[in-house]
């Protein structure tokens, strides 16, 4: 099977992008049934990821891809800490890691919803209510769990666990992650590799 290749692309996420936000200029924010609907479709569009997200989830755990990983965490550098130190390795399961994974996701999620709402409720902003309608779905659907266990792409290169860490300019670009895992992560468990090297 496999996914599109047009939904890893970053033109795809660019054009996506930048056509909805065209898309919600032109939509008449004066009138109180558009709003109304566009307030309606932005929760449901939220209650909807959600439903998949957990959705994922329960693939994933009926899957139980119990082969260990163990890996070193790499925190994303920032500004104040450009350089940051590396964790004490981490030894887990690839259902346990896919899981936690989507749960990240989920938190990301409800931290957006909040932020919209006060953007829309406090500050009267209507045209993100589009966009945000829109995109948590596209973002679910090609997350990297949701293209090894939706789409049934081969966990390897850019999917291959533990994934990149990636900034989030670059994870709405659908760029490269902004680093990579520590290089002793892939000589911990080599048996593991074996086993990613086949598809699914």
Known sequence: M??????????????FVL?????????????????LFARVGYYGAQVLVMVMAYMLMHLIKKRNDSRPLRYVPQAAPSLSNPSPAESEAVTTTNVEYDVSE????????LSSILMISVMHWYFKFTQPLVLQSVLP?????????????????????????????????????????????????????PAVDDGHAKKE
């Open 102 to 109: 989507v749960k990240k996701f989920i938190q990301s999620t």
């Open 137 to 189: 779905i596209k973002n679910l659907l090609t997350h990297k769990v949701a293209l090894i266990h939706l789409w049934g792409d081969a966990p390897e290169g850019d999917l291959k666990r533990p994934f990149k860490t990636e900034s989030p300019f670059a994870a709405l670009m659908g760029g490269a992650g902004a680093s990579d895992t520590p290089a002793e992560t892939s000589e911990a468990t």
């Open 19 to 35: 056509g909805t936000m065209q898309l919600s200029k032109r939509i008449n924010w004066d009138d109180p049934d558009t709003l």
């Open 2 to 15: 496999g996914s599109p290749s047009i939904v890893k692309s970053p033109f795809f996420n660019i054009a």
